[in-house]
Every structure is written in C-alpha cells, then in structure tokens.
C-alpha cells in the first residue's frame, strides 16, 4: 500500500488519502511523496 500523488499524477489523486497497490518492484514516476512546509508566526 502506498500513500500520495507523485508529481505524474493528476489532480484528483493528489491527497494523502489516495493509495495504490503498486509493488516494490514497480519503478516508475507515477509512485512519489510530496513535501509540505508550513511557516509558524
């Protein structure tokens, strides 16, 4: 199971909640993560 939308991925896969049933083996730009940065005041 894998969590998230790589950069390939359209839009409405783009969420946390999105998972695939992709194997280890499967390398390919379809499987990503994305990293969110979020500045505290």
Request: overall charge positive; glycine content about 8%; hydrophobic content about 35%.
């Amino acid at each position: 199971m894998l969590r998230g939308g790589s950069w390939n991925n359209n839009a409405q896969n783009c969420r946390s909640a999105n998972r695939n049933n992709n194997t280890r083996e499967n390398r390919n730009n379809n499987v990503g993560f994305r990293v969110v940065a979020v500045a505290v005041a």
